[in-house]
C-alpha cells in the first residue's frame, strides 16, 4: 500500500484515484477548494480516497501524482512544499500549452521542488483507458521517461496496478518530449483523426 497524493481531480487524476484506490492505495486528493473541486464525487467512490488541501496531502504521501494544466505546473510543484524523498509522477501534457520558460512540464517541476525523482507516466493514452486499460483479454501499454530510476520503478508498479500490460521505458529527460509527441499522437488518431477515445497503443514483440 502506498500514500499517494493527487493534484489536480479531473479526468485523468479521477481516473487514477479510481483505479489506484481499488487496487488497495490510500489516496488524499490536494485540492484547490475543499467545496467546490472537480472530482468531489470520488469521496464516495472509496473509503480510502480523502480530500485535503494541496500541501497536506503532498506531505501526507510519499508518491504524488501531478495531472493539471499543463501551464500551472511550476506553481503547483512550489505549491507541495517540502517534497525531499517523495516521488512525482507527471501525467500533465504541454503539447498545446507549456508551463512558461520550460520545455514541458517535468522540467517545471524539477525546477520547483526539491526531489530529482520526477518522472512522466500516465500522459500518453486518454482518461477512459486509465479507467479500464483491457482490450478483451489484451491490456494497453504505459510509457515512462526521466532521470529516476525509484520514479520509473513507482510509476510501473502503479500502471500494473491499474491494469496496463507493459510499461515501457522511453528513456531519460531528454525523451519526455517524444513521449509528449506520443500523446500528441494519440490525440491525433482519436480526436483528430476522429478513430475516437476508445483506442489504446500497444507495443508488439517477437
Ligand atoms: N483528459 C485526458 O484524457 C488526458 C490524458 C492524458 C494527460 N492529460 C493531461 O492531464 C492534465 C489534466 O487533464 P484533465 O483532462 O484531467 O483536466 P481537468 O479535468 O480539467 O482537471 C484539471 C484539474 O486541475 C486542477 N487545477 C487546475 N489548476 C490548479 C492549480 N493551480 N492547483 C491545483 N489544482 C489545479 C483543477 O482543479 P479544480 O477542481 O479546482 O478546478 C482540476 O481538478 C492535463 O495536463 C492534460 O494535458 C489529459
Given at each position: 500500500?502506498?500514500?499517494?497524493?493527487?493534484?489536480?481531480?479531473?479526468?485523468?487524476?479521477?481516473?487514477?484515484?479510481?483505479?489506484?484506490?481499488?487496487?488497495?492505495?490510500?489516496?488524499?486528493?490536494?485540492?484547490?477548494?475543499?467545496?467546490?473541486?472537480?472530482?468531489?464525487?470520488?469521496?464516495?467512490?472509496?473509503?480510502?480516497?480523502?480530500?485535503?488541501?494541496?500541501?497536506?496531502?503532498?506531505?501526507?504521501?510519499?508518491?504524488?501524482?501531478?495531472?493539471?494544466?499543463?501551464?500551472?505546473?511550476?506553481?503547483?510543484?512550489?505549491?507541495?512544499?517540502?517534497?525531499?524523498?517523495?516521488?512525482?509522477?507527471?501525467?500533465?501534457?504541454?503539447?498545446?500549452?507549456?508551463?512558461?520558460?520550460?520545455?514541458?512540464?517535468?522540467?517545471?517541476?524539477?525546477?520547483?521542488?526539491n526531489t530529482a525523482d520526477v518522472v512522466k507516466c500516465f500522459n500518453?493514452?486518454?482518461?477512459?483507458?486509465?479507467?479500464?486499460?483491457?482490450?478483451?483479454?489484451?491490456?494497453?501499454?504505459?510509457?515512462?521517461?526521466?532521470?529516476?530510476?525509484?520514479?520509473?520503478?513507482?510509476?510501473?508498479?502503479?500502471?500494473?496496478?491499474?491494469?496496463?500490460?507493459?510499461?515501457?521505458?522511453?528513456?531519460?529527460?531528454?525523451?519526455?518530449?517524444?513521449?509528449?509527441?506520443?500523446?500528441?499522437?494519440?490525440?491525433?488518431?482519436?480526436?483528430?483523426?476522429?478513430?475516437?477515445?476508445?483506442?489504446?497503443?500497444?507495443?508488439?514483440?517477437?
Amino acid at each position: 500500500m502506498m500514500n499517494i497524493a493527487i493534484i489536480g481531480t479531473g479526468n485523468v487524476g479521477g481516473a487514477l484515484a479510481r483505479g489506484l484506490a481499488k487496487a488497495g492505495h490510500r489516496i488524499r486528493l490536494g485540492v484547490r477548494e475543499l467545496a467546490t473541486f472537480k472530482g468531489a464525487s470520488l469521496l464516495e467512490a472509496s473509503p480510502d480516497i480523502t480530500a485535503h488541501g494541496v500541501r497536506e496531502a503532498a506531505q501526507a504521501s510519499e508518491v504524488i501524482i501531478l495531472a493539471t494544466p499543463a501551464q500551472v505546473a511550476h506553481e503547483v510543484a512550489r505549491s507541495l512544499g517540502d517534497v525531499s524523498g517523495k516521488v512525482i509522477l507527471d501525467a500533465m501534457n504541454g503539447v498545446f500549452a507549456r508551463p512558461e520558460g520550460f520545455e514541458h512540464t517535468t522540467a517545471a517541476i524539477l525546477a520547483n521542488c526539491n526531489t530529482a525523482d520526477v518522472v512522466k507516466c500516465f500522459n500518453t493514452t486518454g482518461y477512459e483507458n486509465m479507467l479500464d486499460p483491457k482490450y478483451g483479454d489484451q491490456a494497453a501499454d504505459m510509457f515512462v521517461a526521466g532521470d529516476s530510476t525509484r520514479g520509473k520503478e513507482i510509476a510501473g508498479q502503479l500502471a500494473h496496478a491499474l491494469g496496463f500490460g507493459e510499461v515501457w521505458d522511453f528513456g531519460g529527460l531528454d525523451k519526455v518530449t517524444l513521449l509528449e509527441q506520443l500523446a500528441l499522437s494519440w490525440i491525433n488518431l482519436a480526436i483528430m483523426q476522429k478513430h475516437g477515445r476508445g483506442i489504446a497503443f500497444k507495443v508488439l514483440r517477437r
